[in-house]
């Protein structure tokens, strides 16, 4: 069905944004241990 379809793109998009939060989350840590603290 289309609401399933629409479920499952949802979940999808949920999971790739925190993908990319993860993401930002290492690089802080990164430069955080470089000394590099903004």
């Known amino acids: 069905s289309k ?3 629409t ?3 949802l ?3 949920h999971l790739y ?3 990319k ?3 930002l989350k290492r690089e ?3 430069s955080r241990k ?3 603290v903004a």
Do not use: D, F, P, V
Request: proline share 0%; no cysteine.
């Open 28 to 30: 802080l840590e990164k």
């Open 7 to 9: 479920k499952r793109y």
């Open 34 to 36: 470089k000394g590099n």
């Open 21 to 23: 939060e993860n993401e």
């Open 17 to 19: 944004e925190q993908e």
């Open 3 to 5: 609401e399933w379809g």
């Open 11 to 13: 979940n999808m998009k």
